[in-house]
């Protein structure tokens, strides 16, 4: 069992909808980040988050919004998206961002809009 | 840009067998690399790690090789098992002025299918 946690584990929306996916690990990481995957497709980086600081944005839609309340919480805010945005979205943890430590992962939410 | 790629696709062996996945990246500021066990549903799972000044490491019945010089990284089973069956991602971590931001690139994945 992954020690990361996500939920929903499946959401379905219209491309009106605003909903939020959620992320949270009790392991003590002060690193988190949000990967979007796409169908036989490697993880692809979306956002981290460094003690609870947004440190690197990959030139993500503006329609895909997160949030880090506090250290063991990771929220995406979903609104207006395309059907292309369809995939499975990875959250990831790690002690922090440097270099040497692994990021673990959640099962993640896999999004559907229709 | 930068890349990290996998030589083979797919892979199916034979129960009890030796696998050898193979992983090439291009980016020589990476300095960690790591591999992930994706089975159907789930999220990436750690298998091992190595930093760049080791050119080897051995876990359970996995182990990694690194060769720097041509850019190499590859993940050894051992005693391939039908639970193995699972595509398996290589990660790089590469360095930006000698910073780690945690940006991992993964390269496109090798499906590895174990036969009873």
Known sequence: DTEVTQTPKHLVMGMTNKKSLKCEQHMGHRAMYWYKQKAKKPPELMFVYSYEKLSINESVPSRFSPECPNSSLLNLHLHALQPEDSALYLCASSYWTDSNQPQHFGDGTRLSIL | ?116
């Open chain 2, 1 to 116: 840009g930068e890349s990290v790629g996998l030589h083979l696709p797919t892979l199916s062996v034979q129960e009890g067998d030796n696998s050898i996945i193979n992983c090439a990246y291009s980016n020589s500021a990476s300095d960690y690399f790591i591999w992930y066990k994706q089975e159907s549903g789930k999220g990436p799972q750690f298998i091992i790690d190595i930093r760049s000044n080791m050119d080897k490491r051995q876990g359970q019945r996995v182990t990694v090789l690194l060769n720097k010089t041509v850019k190499h990284l590859s993940l050894q089973i051992a005693a391939t098992q039908p639970g193995d069956s699972a595509v398996y991602f290589c990660a790089e971590n590469p360095l930006y002025g000698g910073t780690s931001y945690g940006k991992l690139t993964f390269g496109q994945g090798t499906i590895l299918t174990v036969h009873p």
